[in-house]
């Protein structure tokens, strides 16, 4: 089992950035793909990015593309979301999600773990 504590979430105006972090208890952090998610007020969940175990695929949906950059570290047991040009339409709250045995997914059916989440703002 692992728990994911996200972090990095505020207040931003546009065009600002943060980076959010997700770090992951355990020592089996390798075995498990990383995504990101997000849901804003009276929308769905929505798939964000996510990485590969190894960190060598990463995957984004189009809204986010070129602005965002999902990365991991996995001697920190941590995944990391970094957020660029930021818009008032990127305000969400962001979980952090892991899938044993996986190789990242926008399905996040498949994502077996979940963080509490972090709220992101970001002010026209």
């Known amino acids: 089992q692992v728990q994911l504590v996200e972090s990095g979430g505020g207040l931003v105006q546009a065009g600002g950035s943060l980076r959010l972090s997700c770090a992951a208890s355990?020592?089996?952090?390798?075995?498990?793909?990383m995504g990101w998610f997000r849901r804003a007020p009276g929308k769905e969940r929505e798939f964000v990015a996510a990485?590969?175990?190894?960190?060598?695929?990463?995957y984004y949906a189009d809204s986010v593309k070129c602005r965002f950059t999902i990365s991991r570290d996995n001697a920190k047991n941590t995944v990391y979301l970094q957020m660029n040009s930021l818009k008032p339409e990127d305000t969400a709250v962001y979980y952090c999600a892991a899938d044993e045995g996986g190789y990242g997914s926008r399905r996040f059916q498949v994502y077996d773990y979940w963080g509490q989440g972090t709220q992101v703002t970001v002010s026209s």
């Open positions: 355990g020592r089996t952090f390798s075995r498990y793909a």
């Open positions: 990485i590969s175990r190894s960190g060598g695929d990463t």
